[in-house]
């Protein structure tokens, strides 16, 4: 693991074909490991960039990076190529690129940290003592969103507002998440291909690592702000994106279900929330068409959305957000 009483963390982000991205991120991160380093005595970080893209277009765009940062001598950077499609596949390539690692915090490429996340993520482990660490994610948009997309909060993040660092939490997602890869390890954790494509994967790990006895805590100074593109504003995307992630919430918590008489009495409850889900939202979209109503019918149709999700899952029906 290096010098003896040296801590090594990598922070790791992965990409795909988003070069212009993640050229602008990884100077942020060198910054602020940099800081980190400074800072706190005994800890060594470096950035670690997967590129998703066979063709290694964000690894490219990191060598150009690094030509434009100087010699490269002191550019704690290192690029590598995943070729399998899928997150799962991507953030296992992370895993396993940081084997020589005590810490792994995971990024996303379309996110900025603001100022001091990864010394608060790290201060907090360092305090805690917890096997992860997660912080909360802020969105903002690339161009001003129509006021349909604003009533429905299809980018709100609500269910942890307002909790205090060192909270423990069941799951975590993987978008702002420092790992104690010494945990990770005892607990023989990877990320499940069955769910590269279709998201959940982060939520199944995490459930995965609180079983094994891991404590996972909140940290709430470490933000990172995820920017929307206009290309993820549209009603047909923001729809889907909630049939996606409903569908597979509802995945894992069956996956997570022992034993076949769990998962048969968690199937019906799953069902019959995602009938009654469904009759609420096509009587709101009718309320709401009645008295032209945008707010309401945004809520509406996003109720709607979830519930088909529900539905497909528990009928063993899968939708794959990240098929390409």
């Keep these: 693991m290096g010098e003896v009483g040296t801590e090594r963390l990598v922070v790791a982000v992965l990409t795909y074909r988003r070069p212009d991205r993640i050229a602008a991120l990884v100077p942020v991160l060198v910054e602020q490991a940099a800081e980190l380093a400074r800072r706190v005595e005994g800890v060594a970080v470096s950035v670690l960039v ?16 690094a030509r434009t940062h100087g010699d490269g001598s002191d550019w704690p950077v290192t690029a590598v190529v995943e070729p399998e499609p899928g997150i799962s596949a991507a953030r296992n390539r992370a895993l396993r690129a940081s084997d020589d690692q005590d810490l792994l915090a995971f990024v996303d490429d379309d996110e900025v940290p603001r100022a001091g996340w990864l010394g608060a993520l790290y201060e907090t482990y360092r305090t805690t003592a917890a096997a992860a660490v997660s912080g909360p994610v802020t969105s903002r948009y690339a161009v001003e969103p129509e006021p349909w997309v604003v009533a429905g909060g ?24 420092l790992l104690d890869l010494r945990a990770v390890r ?14 959940g994967e982060d939520t199944l790990f995490t459930s995965a690592l609180t079983a094994a006895g891991g404590r996972i805590v909140w940290c709430a100074e470490a933000v990172v702000s ?37 998962r048969a009495a968690l ?49 063993g029906r899968v939708l794959l957000p990240y098929a390409r």
Excluded: K, W
Aim: some cysteine; aromatic content about 4%.
């Design 50 to 65: 997967v590129d998703n893209d066979a063709a290694g277009t964000g690894a490219d765009a990191v060598a150009e990076a």
């Design 226 to 262: 995820d920017v929307v593109p206009a290309d993820r504003l549209t009603r047909a995307y923001l729809l889907a994106r909630t049939a996606g992630l409903a569908n597979a919430s509802a995945r894992v918590a069956l996956m997570l279900a022992h034993g076949r008489g769990r």
């Design 154 to 177: 299809f980018y709100d993040r609500a269910h942890r507002v307002g909790l205090r660092t060192g909270t423990v939490i069941p799951t975590a997602a993987t978008n702002n998440l």
């Design 267 to 315: 199937r019906a409850r799953t069902l019959c929330a995602g009938t009654a889900r469904g009759a609420l939202g096509m009587l709101q979209v009718a309320c709401a068409s009645a008295r032209s109503d945008v707010a309401l019918d945004a809520r509406a149709r996003r109720t709607l959305a979830r519930s088909r999700g529900e539905l497909l899952a528990t009928f």
């Design 186 to 199: 005892r607990a023989g954790l990877t990320f499940d291909p069955a769910l590269g494509l279709s998201g």
